[in-house]
């Protein structure tokens, strides 16, 4: 779609500010990133409605956000053992169909596996056997990879992380991204390895690798966080944790000791953080380095969840964590709820979803979402300004 810009006469005086349509587009660049926030702007008249339907102003919105983080959280995938769902979270008006968020394939979901949820991407196994899938829920883009040969028919014991390329600019909105594939293997030549795919060469690149006792005993967990430009992911065992680093930049992989046992975070002002839930406490960690090259691990706060939560059964709890916004997921088997602390503003909620049985893998999703875009029904935003 193409815009013809006023004229003006050139002795007349300078347009105002919203009849120009460039400066306009600046103005509602900047919105909220919430749902609701260009289908309410669409209302004003035709000429804004025309605007923020433009697909390359679409693409601009989302770039613009997903510069300055990761939008906010519009529900979570679920695997209830019956393949993958999508459950809303957000209140009215800005709570989203979960239609769109199906994923249409060819063949069963039924031991489809999502590993990770980043940057407004979707990573999931056995989709297809012996490959991955990368896939935008919003815009509804989707890449299937062949996994490299040592990952090959071992969807269990492996984890990853996908990533969307640094944001981009202007009109570009590139389905561009990298995933990184980790995993240890046990036994007396116990070892983690990691290998990176890129949308750029659209190739695998060399298999990394780090031999150590400590990956003797230690699996990958399945969730990991981004600190900086690494990734770690916690390694579990009987007796003995540790956590997997891999540097993006350099490409190898570290083993880093841990006594204790927690969800990796980014810590406030920067640096490795730990996140530990014990009973009704949940403690925050950073790991500080001295004059002497001396790593310690240092408690920076201290959440009481009995003053947040109602009365639950706390040795009945289940509990992950989304370091993408710094949110401790709980759910109780007692069939209470589910719940979501943030652990900067100490906000909580209860999600508006109950289950039965608590799903098994539970993977809150992130992004820049309109019911503009495409992705949903005609006149979804409509159904959304009328979703109260």
């Not at 090259?293 to 964590?321: E, G, Q």
């Amino acid at each position: 779609m193409t815009f013809c810009r006023r004229r003006r006469h050139p002795n007349s005086s300078p347009a105002a500010p919203l009849e120009d349509d460039d400066l306009l587009a600046e103005i509602l660049l900047r919105l909220p990133p919430q749902p609701s926030s260009l289908p309410r702007a669409s209302l004003t008249c035709r000429r804004w409605r025309l605007l923020v339907r433009d697909p390359r102003f679409l693409r601009r919105f989302r770039a613009h956000h997903r510069s300055r983080g990761a939008g906010p959280v519009l529900g979570f995938f679920t695997d209830e053992g019956i393949g993958i769902s999508f459950h809303p979270t957000l209140d009215p008006p800005n709570r989203v169909p979960p239609e769109p968020f199906r994923l249409q394939i060819t063949g069963s979901l039924l031991n489809c596996r999502i590993v990770c949820c980043r940057d407004g991407l979707a990573l999931l196994v056995n989709v297809h056997p012996g490959k991955v899938l990368v896939w935008d829920p919003v815009t509804g883009d989707r890449r299937s990879l062949l996994l490299p040969q040592v990952f090959r028919n071992m969807d269990k014991f492996y984890s990853g992380m996908v990533l969307r390329s640094a944001a981009a600019v202007g009109d570009v909105d590139p389905f561009q991204f990298q995933v990184v594939l980790v995993r240890c293997i046990k036994g007396p030549h116990a070892r983690a390895i990691a290998c990176v795919y890129s949308s750029d060469t659209r190739a695998w690149g060399d298999l990394v690798q780090i031999s150590t006792p400590l990956l003797r005993t230690l699996s990958v967990a399945r969730s990991g966080a981004l600190v900086g430009r690494s990734l770690y992911w916690s390694l579990y065992g009987n007796s003995s944790n540790a956590i997997l680093e891999f540097d993006l930049d350099r490409q190898n992989l570290a083993v880093i000791p841990l006594h204790m046992e927690g969800w990796i975070m980014s810590a406030e002002g920067g640096g490795l953080g730990l996140v530990s839930v014990s009973g009704q406490r949940a403690q925050l960690w950073k790991r500080e380095t001295d004059s002497d090259s001396v790593t310690t691990w240092c408690l920076t706060k201290t959440i009481h969840l009995n003053n947040l939560l109602p009365t639950i059964s706390w040795d009945r709890l289940i509990v992950d964590f989304m370091d993408e916004s710094n949110m401790l997921i709980m759910g109780t088997l007692d069939g209470i709820g589910i719940f979501t602390v943030h652990t900067e503003s100490m906000q909580c909620k209860q999600l508006p979803v109950e289950f039965k049985i608590l799903p098994r893998v539970f993977k809150p999703f992130a992004s820049v979402y309109t019911a503009e875009m495409g992705v949903g029904a005609e006149h979804a935003g409509a159904e959304l300004l009328h979703n109260r």
